[in-house]
């Protein structure tokens, strides 16, 4: 283990070195261009490759090559970046290759803008590119747990032979924190199932895995169900006692941390559930929530509510759900608390009519 | 009397319509993976199309690739494993619509992979349309009233687009007679030899028919790449060892 001061985008990209990445390809945008930077020099340093693609199209496209040839391999991207991924991170998946993928959110749709955002939410969890697919997505709220869940989503990307996904966001990739890092992993790329040439009737295929598995429909339906069953992860803060439970994930998280702090100091029973993992949604987590608990807050830096739907399956539309929409603009603890009580006063309002 | 014929990497009968090239290509690049004892070591890279029929018919390793992006799934698989034989093969509409960027890109870089792009002057697998390298005034299913190259642009002539760019090997051959055969074997000999040898990025164009969507008999095809096809796209090596050759 060594500690080090690190731009969120720097720890993620060392992170990635140190599970074993030895294959970068990729195109600059803001507000994840530091990852290919970093990438550039360090790579080489550990005999991999730093490849600046020609565009995203051929970026993921690389990585689908060097990720069938067995070796870890991953790319990043933004909002405009991302969208252009989702081809190539289909095929990914239909293939069932292991890969990893960063989004740092932007702003917007369109160009959109370079601002801290929350907003590829529905692109990262719904699968994103055609048919059907899902990938392990991870959403880190600080320097320290990108590190972590980077070298989890490599590790989980092999296991289930799957793309996985850092959903992060700008303030996360551009803020300077003390990062503990682990120690340099080697990983054998010569896996059974990689290419690297064997002639005759021995010869591999990576191609979409449903054209050789009988009743793929239930094969593939039964890896993504014990993906979900088995890969949620979230926090949680207060939720048993709760009478508004925040939800939210990544830096807006870290903001109703001090929220839930704060509002317990005046009384207020504000919890929070974080989602560690979006998806799979961390359902399981709303079974431990107070089960008379008023309503939920979802807190994201978007313009339109995303989180929302998710919540509201998770809860079973049992309680109310409000949101508080940042746009790209990260609230103060304050702010989210007044939006808190007010919740509260409008459901007890409403539950005294129907008294 | 007994001496096999067939190259053991055609594990199938392929499965292409009668009188196709792509089966006579398929033959050549067997012979020379087999004869430079490579085929242990060869990874294919197709897309879609036509080509997409060789993964369970022609024995080496095959990464199939989004449409238009098999180059740089090459690249991805030839930069971690060089020891390995690596090539695209696709059809002109794969290579030079959707993925001009991907091959265009892949020779910028001079990257050491071997691309094989068969010109059948149309989309085939999709039933016929118009293709990047349709010759003016060709009727297909969308140019009905034949290619009005003013509207449609010119055809693409992919190896006049790289020869100024530093790459290792670069020709154009054909399927048309058995000798163009046995010259298309060498050029995809040279390729693979200019890849094998750290040569940098080749690239062997094949002029071919396609009877279904050319709507020919095979006989009639042939006539065509003979009489009209070549005019456009003129046979022979473009660079060697990195230099320019047929100026
Ligand atoms: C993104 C995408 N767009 C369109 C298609 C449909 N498609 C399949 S093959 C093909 C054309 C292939 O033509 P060509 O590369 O010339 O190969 P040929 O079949 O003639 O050998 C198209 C457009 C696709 N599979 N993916
Ligand atoms: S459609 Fe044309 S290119 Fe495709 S297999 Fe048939 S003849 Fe060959």
């Known amino acids: 283990m060594s500690r080090r001061l690190m731009k969120g985008n720097d720890a993620l990209a060392e992170a990635a070195v140190r599970a074993g990445c030895r294959f970068f390809g990729g195109y600059p945008i803001t507000p994840q261009s530091e990852i290919l930077e970093y990438l550039s020099a360090r790579l080489p340093e550990v005999g991999g490759t730093f490849l600046q693609a020609e565009s995203e199209l051929a970026g993921i496209n690389m990585v689908y090559g060097a990720a069938a040839a067995g070796f870890r391999a991953m790319t990043s991207s933004s909002g405009p970046g991302f969208s252009l991924l989702q081809e190539g991170i289909s095929y990914i998946a239909s293939a069932e290759l292991p890969a990893v993928i960063v989004d740092v959110q932007r702003y917007g749709s369109g160009l959109g803008d370079i601002f801290q955002a929350q907003s590829d939410y529905h692109m990262a969890t719904t699968g994103g590119g055609h048919g059907d697919y899902h990938m392990l997505v991870y959403a880190p709220a600080s320097a320290q747990e990108s590190v972590d869940l980077m070298c989890l989503a490599f590790n989980k990307a092999e296991e289930y032979r799957n793309p996985c996904l850092i959903l992060t966001d700008a303030s996360i990739a551009q803020m300077m924190e003390p990062v503990e890092l682990p120690e340099m992993k080697e990983v054998n790329p010569d896996k059974p199932w990689a290419v690297r040439g064997k002639s005759g009737q021995d010869f591999k295929k990576i191609t979409s895995t449903m054209y050789y598995i009988d009743d793929f429909d239930t094969y593939i339906k039964e890896k993504y169900d014990a993906m979900a069953e088995k890969e949620q992860r979230w926090e949680a803060l207060h939720i048993a006692d709760a009478d508004v439970v925040l939800v939210a994930y990544g830096i807006s998280s870290r903001i109703c941390k001090e929220a839930v702090a704060t509002a317990r100091e005046q009384g207020i029973r504000l919890g929070l559930l974080r989602p560690i993992t979006v998806w799979p949604f961390p359902v399981d987590g709303f079974k431990e929530v107070n089960p008379d608990v008023k309503a939920y807050l979802t807190v994201e830096l978007s313009s339109l509510p995303k989180l929302d739907i998710d919540v509201k399956l998770a809860c079973k539309m049992k309680s109310p759900v409000e949101n508080f929409l940042g746009g790209a603009v990260i609230p103060e603890s304050q702010q989210i608390i007044e939006k808190a009580v007010s919740v509260l006063e409008k459901v007890e309002a409403t539950s005294c009519l129907k008294n | ?247």
């Open chain 2, 1 to 247: 009397m007994s001496e096999k014929l067939i190259p053991n990497l055609l594990v199938e009968d392929n499965k292409f319509c009668p009188g196709c090239g792509h089966g006579i290509i398929n033959r050549v690049v067997a012979e020379v993976l087999e004869e430079m004892d490579l085929a242990d070591k060869a990874v294919g890279s197709l897309a879609v199309g036509c080509a997409c029929l060789m993964m369970d018919t022609f024995g080496t390793d095959w990464i199939q690739a989004p449409h238009g992006r098999a180059a740089a799934v090459a690249v991805g698989v030839k930069r971690v494993r060089p020891e390995c034989c690596v090539f695209t093969y696709q059809g002109d509409g794969d290579s030079l619509a959707i993925g001009f960027s991907e091959t265009m890109y892949a020779a910028l870089r001079n990257e050491n992979i071997t691309a094989i792009i068969v010109n059948n002057g149309i989309f085939g697998m999709t039933g016929g349309q118009m293709a990047p390298t349709t010759l003016p005034g060709q009727r297909t299913t969308t140019s009905p009233q034949g290619r009005n190259a003013d509207t449609t642009g010119q055809p693409v002539n992919i190896i006049n687009q790289i020869k100024e760019v530093p790459v290792g090997y670069l020709a154009r051959g054909s399927v048309d007679t058995a000798k163009e055969i046995n010259k298309l074997k060498k050029y995809i000999r040279t390729a693979i030899e200019t890849q094998m040898s750290g040569g940098g990025y080749s690239l062997v164009e094949i002029l071919s028919p396609c009877p279904t969507n050319w709507k020919m008999t095979l006989e009639a095809s042939l006539d065509h790449i003979k009489t009209k096809v070549k005019e456009t796209y003129p046979l022979g090596e473009y660079v060697k060892n990195g230099e320019r050759v047929d100026a």
